[in-house]
């Protein structure tokens, strides 16, 4: 395409000296990929290369994909965005507010004054936060163990609200909720309902949240940035036995499967002729969905795994049904409007619905993020424009 030696220049600056041990970025057009390059190796201390097939843990990235498996079933009439939640999943009725502390340190709780709905926990406003960001969440999880969603831990679902429902946006495990409503709405565990109506129809060979095998010489290693710039591999944890898949953030998958993803959307939710979703519902989740509220920035409670959060400083940004919308053009060329967000490790996706552009760009980098990857997003992001005028 014109204009790839601009973007393999860049993303080529962007790991040089070591700063990302490796990266994978693709991107599309309206008539098909664009671009499509891997750079530096899967682990800082290995030879082996990144390649385009290299498979990252997307974390977050997993959100957007529950989102369209639970809009699959609101235009089946299984679930609806504005039922109480509590009819699907019973457990939702015992739900607590967090007020606080008393002087023991034990926790302060009250029923909630509203109802979650599919809604509420689509654009993070239910009032379940992460403790990763949320300080008193983090202070709760700390007194009584509560486990982190990504553990798969079911008890992790047990969490109080930070506030009422409707109340204001905050990040947290409202998709792993809904993942689990799209499980009681359909009889079938999200990643057996993923593969049949979402990974196979599209063509998504290498997404699962089960780690496969044959994976075994294509996955990518995660590193921790040091004091001084430098990183770390981290030791891979062995996985441990999970209770549920957890729709917020359990997802293995390669950049040119989540391209894929993204590609169907900009199509009206089609692709290669295997419709996941109708034009009207991709519509529907790439508008405003959570009314005056607003994004607010994401202080750290956890630096290990995540700096200060705040992208488009400055802009007012809005959530769709699973999407980070940027009210005015980006700086590095994405329209008003565009759809967007990422994963821990630093993974990122764009999806710009005026431009018919979709980029995805993945490392295995924390804490999340990190300035040098989000600078190589930027620098990605600009050339990708460029060439495509």
Do not use: C
């Not at 009681?184 to 699962?208: C, K, N, V, W």
């Not at 591999?233 to 953030?249: D, I, M, N, V």
Request: a negative charge.
């Amino acid at each position: 395409m014109r204009g790839k030696a601009q973007i393999d220049k860049a993303l080529a600056d962007a790991i040089s000296g070591d700063r990302i041990a490796g990266l994978v970025a693709a991107a599309a057009g309206e008539h098909g990929p664009i671009y499509e390059s891997a750079f530096g190796r899967r682990s800082i201390d290995s030879p082996n290369p990144m390649t385009t097939n290299s498979v990252f843990r997307i974390a977050s990235m997993t959100k957007a994909i529950t989102g369209a498996a639970a809009m699959q079933l609101v235009e089946q009439g299984k679930l609806s965005l504005d039922q109480p939640a509590r009819e699907i999943l019973p457990f939702l009725a015992d739900t607590k507010v967090l007020l606080g502390f008393d002087p023991q340190d034990n926790p302060i709780l009250r029923a909630p004054k509203t109802q979650i709905t599919l809604r509420n926990l689509l654009t993070h406003t239910a009032g379940f936060v992460y403790d990763t960001w949320n300080a008193d969440m983090h202070r709760y999880a700390r007194i009584t163990g509560l486990p982190a969603a990504r553990t798969g831990k079911l008890e992790a679902l047990t969490a109080p609200l930070n506030f009422d429902p409707g109340e204001r946006w905050e990040y947290g495990i409202n998709i792993d909720i809904a993942g689990r409503m799209v499980e009681a709405a359909s009889g079938l565990d999200l990643e057996t309902y993923m593969q049949r109506h979402i990974f196979q129809p599209l063509g998504m060979i290498d997404t699962s949240f089960d780690q496969r095998p044959e994976w075994q010489d294509r996955m990518t290693e995660v590193h921790a940035r040091q004091p001084d710039g430098s990183l770390k591999q981290l030791r891979s944890a062995p996985a441990a036995p999970r209770e549920f898949y957890p729709g917020g953030g359990g997802l293995f998958s390669t950049a040119p499967d989540y391209l894929r993803f993204l590609r169907a959307l900009m199509n009206g939710g089609e692709l290669d002729g295997n419709r996941i979703l109708t034009p009207e519902t991709v519509a529907l989740m790439s508008q405003n969905q959570m009314g005056d509220l607003d994004v607010q920035p994401m202080p750290t409670q956890m630096p290990n795994l995540s700096n200060a959060v705040d992208l488009f400083p400055g802009m007012v940004k809005k959530w769709g049904l699973s999407f980070l919308i940027n009210t005015r053009t980006g700086h590095a060329g994405r329209s008003a409007g565009s759809l967007a967000w990422a994963g821990l490790n630093n993974t990122y996706y764009w999806l710009d619905p005026v431009k018919k552009v979709a980029g995805v760009l993945m490392t295995q980098t924390l804490p999340f993020a990190d300035h040098t990857v989000l600078d190589a997003l930027d620098a990605f992001e600009s050339a990708v424009y460029e060439a495509v005028g």
